[in-house]
Nanobody, 115 residues
């Protein structure tokens, strides 16, 4: 009964910012690792950032210094703050709530960076 609802995508100009969020219901987010993926047209899905229950955080090299992953366990939400966006960041972004082999995915949200 775990559900993940994703929001926050949109169209922004290069250099702009967006904040993606996922709201989780049916379980406590504190028990899960959180991951953000993205998939551009014609490309494989790639991992953008993860947060392993707040212990370890990792970012894709191309987004380091620009993106910030965070979680609010009290509100059962996870977020990806994206600053200094570039056209190459254009993709559908997916949140993933993970416990071992269990994955609960957001529905995806489109991020388009274009002038």
């Amino acid at each position: 009964q775990v559900q993940v609802v994703e929001s926050g995508g949109g169209l922004v100009q290069p250099g702009g910012s967006l904040r993606l969020s996922c709201a989780v219901s049916g379980s406590s987010l504190s028990l899960y690792n959180i991951n953000w993926y993205r998939q551009a047209p014609g490309k494989f899905r790639e991992l953008v950032a993860f947060d392993d229950t707040g212990v370890r955080i990792w970012y894709l090299d191309s987004v380091k210094g620009r993106f910030t992953i965070s979680r609010d366990n009290a509100k059962n939400t996870m977020s990806l703050q994206m600053n200094s966006l570039k056209p190459e960041d254009t993709a559908v972004y997916y949140c993933d709530v993970q416990n071992n082999t269990l994955h609960y995915w957001g529905q995806g949200t489109q991020v388009t960076v274009s002038s």
